[in-house]
């Protein structure tokens, strides 16, 4: 079955960078586009960003265009997401997750949550 | 990319229906035939329950439906269950590769 595994929490500084991992395992890796969800605490779910298995091309939401870059390693499977000039409210839950059709999301990972200091 | 619009709240009875709007624009939700819906039960993953405005994903119970009228979608659980508590979420293909989402509806099961 489709899993998607996270790398672990991080605790950051305002100002540091921070990678986050998803592997995935389970379907055909480059049959399906992946995203990147998040979830600020208390707070509802923003898309931030998706890319393009086939060819890794990427779009990003506005807000993050600055600040984040996904990419992904085809051998291993694996997606990543580095976001840049990290500052207390992006402290969130991450989540990859892999496209379905019309643009949804049938399968998430576990989440992982990036805590920004001041 | 601004937010689609949700109500914060909803609740019904067992056994009632209720409807969660979301509201969009003609560039988003009344434009492309893209809206899904996710539950998300306190401290877990989200769960799609309805993608292409009116379509289940297999395992989804047919309690769960969705319909589209303009710029507003809309969720309908049918004959709630104390089950169906839980955060419910909508979201849109927005054009030029990006997907907005909803802020999000708490729904309580009275």
């Known amino acids: 079955q489709v899993q998607l595994v996270q790398s672990g929490a991080e605790l950051k500084k305002a100002g540091a960078s921070v990678k986050v991992s998803c592997k995935t395992s389970?379907?055909?890796?480059?049959?399906?586009?992946m995203y990147w969800v998040r979830q600020a605490p208390g707070q509802g779910l923003e898309w931030v960003g998706r890319?393009?298995?086939?060819?890794?091309?990427?779009n990003y939401a506005q807000k993050f265009q600055d600040r984040v870059t996904m990419t992904m390693d085809t051998p291993t499977r694996t997606l990543y997401i580095e976001m840049t000039s990290l500052r207390p409210d992006d402290t969130a839950v991450y989540y990859c997750?892999?496209?379905?059709?019309?643009?949804?999301?049938?399968?998430w990972g576990q989440g992982t949550l990036v805590t920004v200091s001041p | 990319q601004s937010a689609l619009t949700q109500p914060p709240s909803a609740s019904g009875s067992p056994g009632q229906s209720v409807v969660i709007s979301c509201t969009g624009t003609?560039?988003?939700?009344?434009?492309?035939?893209?809206v899904s819906w996710y539950q998300q039960h306190s401290g877990k993953v989200p769960k799609l329950i309805i993608y292409?405005?009116?379509k289940r994903p297999s395992g989804v119970p047919d309690r769960f439906s969705g319909s589209r009228s303009g710029n507003e979608a809309s969720l309908t659980v049918s004959g709630l269950q104390a089950e169906d508590e839980a955060d419910y979420y909508c979201?849109?293909?927005?054009?030029?590769?990006?997907?907005?989402f909803g802020g999000g509806t708490k729904l309580t099961v009275l």
């Open positions: 997750a892999k496209s379905w059709g019309w643009w949804s999301f049938d399968s």
């Open positions: 389970g379907y055909t890796f480059t049959d399906y586009d």
């Open positions: 890319i393009t298995v086939k060819d890794g091309g990427t």
């Open positions: 003609s560039s988003d939700v009344g434009y492309y035939n893209s």
């Open positions: 292409g405005i009116t």
């Open positions: 979201s849109s293909y927005a054009g030029s590769n990006t997907v907005v």
